[in-house]
């Protein structure tokens, strides 16, 4: 009877040992289940497939992009209301801020620079020549009430007198609105861009009105990261939203040395808007992108992400605000997009989504002679509250020029000469 129990429970062990087979969405084999049927399922059929066919119900909202509520194509249109001088380079207008709307108009901030001459690089910069497109820049501001066509209000935040921090440029601002106050964060730097790097830390000022009078904080509000972290050298992009009674600030970091700069996101949290910040400890929190711009998303928060990096062409999501999965994949997305968010501040748990807002195009003659940045309109459906067939097309149509203008350069066609002479 002993033996009996104890190759019972033998083999009791042994089978509990076994590596679970992975459950099979059917008891069928992949022959026995069939093809898979000519309509495509709406909802992920009990069936085996392929990781591929598993990814399109496991990882993004809908199989297809035309009902993914976090996919869109985006549409240009240019500004009224902004002169360049010709767009000879001295003047330059660059990454917005999100737009704000207050008392019937639209609100918008960002770099402004006009220097005598377009940017001449580190080497060749002076106290009136800048480095780059955003040295030597202050922060204006201008409203709208169609979001077309804008009147120049003019400065916002001046540069600050050496050694308060901004003193060389105030750039790259963003708006938050907070128990009846506004307060601009923006990125103060304290040297001219690319003297070591684009290092710079955060700083803040705030007002009664999005008119100002702006009272500049004067002291760092996120600073730079310790010596070997992340993001030791630069805290770029800032950008304020309230979730969970709390401010949360997202911002970009330039990791490793050029060529090979590696731009990553992170997040900062305090509960008062002069700080102290936090920093999370998951931080990098997404692993592309540029000047990364988010917005709440039912009880989620969505993000932008172009430009940069493995993950670079995406729209991601992260339910918990940290933890960022890719929600659909894009492309011809909005550069340093800044959109109009109704809930940025609201501190929703049903974020409703963006339609439009503003965005850059850098080095608007594609020459480097008169580099420059001009502001410019865009518009998508990544809104619950719209359906937009149009902005959900899975094509963006590029005509052949722009293909062609994307042509092999000198040494790829010397490279494939070379290959020909030598079969
Ligand atoms: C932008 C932003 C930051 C950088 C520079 C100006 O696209 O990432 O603001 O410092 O470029």
Redesign the pocket.
Known sequence: MKILTLIILLAAVLFSCQPQQKETASAETPQEQGGFPFVLPKEKPNREMSAAMERIYTDYEAPQPHNNELFSQFKYTELKGFDYNGHDGTISR??PSKILYHNGKYYLWY?YRNTPTPPQGAEKCTDEIPSSD?DLAEIWYATSEDGFTWEEQGVAIKRPEKPIVGWRAV??TDILEWEGKYYLYY?GFMEA?GKRG?D?PVAVSWADSPDGPWTPYNKIVIPNGAEGEWDQY?I??PYPLVHDGKIYIYY?SDIGEKPHLVRMQGLAIADNPLGPFKKHPLNPLITSG??TCLFPFRGGVAALVYKDGPEHNTIQYADDWVNFEIASITELMPY?AAPYVPDAFTNTKDGRGITWGMAHFINYNNNWNTFHSVLVRFDCDLSLDLHDPEMKEHRVQHTPAEFYRQGLSKKQLERIQKENINK
Do not use: F, P, V
């Open positions: 660059r990454d770099t955003w750039t790259t990125q861009s684009d710079c630069s770029h992009d970009k540029h000047e340093a």
